[in-house]
């Protein structure tokens, strides 16, 4: 194999990887939050280095959140009880059903917004919350060496 050859396949097997700074969590659904959208909508969260997106199976935006406006990520689980049938068939064994919550709270000149996510991958809501805030550090440090002012708000 030629050193050029050689050169071409590592440059094509390093570079996406480097330039793909992109974190993917299928089956997050959208529950509540965004003035305008009214209905929920499942799809694909999206963790960029500038934004926030939750995509649809095609592959087409349903909802876009600036990592600048991003003032707080939280994960919460809730607990509820199994429902009616499930009762009746397996009794005191019929267990409970456990649900995890992304919530993204973002604030701009004009509005403040809590983003409330439902996360179906069970366990994957604190790792969620954790790629979130890197991403946000990142983007707070690279401000402050520029200097460039961030959103209103506490971090």
């Known amino acids: 194999m030629r050193w050029s050859t050689m050169a071409a396949t590592v440059a094509f097997l390093v570079g996406p990887a480097t330039a793909a700074a992109q974190d993917l969590f299928p089956n997050v659904e959208y529950i509540s ?23 649809d199976k095609k592959g087409g935006t349903i909802l876009t959140i600036p990592l600048s406006a991003i003032t707080e990520a939280t994960n919460s689980t809730e607990r509820g009880d199994a429902g009616l049938v499930k009762k009746a068939a ?3 064994f019929a267990g409970s059903k456990k649900e995890d919550y992304l919530v993204i709270s973002t604030e701009t000149a004009t509005e403040a917004e809590g983003i409330v996510f439902r996360v179906h991958e069970k366990n994957v809501a604190p790792g969620l919350v954790a790629k979130l805030r890197f991403r946000l550090g990142k983007l ?16």
């Open 33 to 55: 939050g965004r003035a305008g959208m009214e209905d929920k909508k499942k799809g694909t969260l999206l963790i960029g280095d500038s934004e926030v997106k939750l995509m």
């Open 90 to 92: 397996f009794g005191i």
């Open 140 to 155: 707070k440090a690279t401000e402050d060496t520029v200097g460039h002012p961030r959103a209103p708000g506490p971090r």
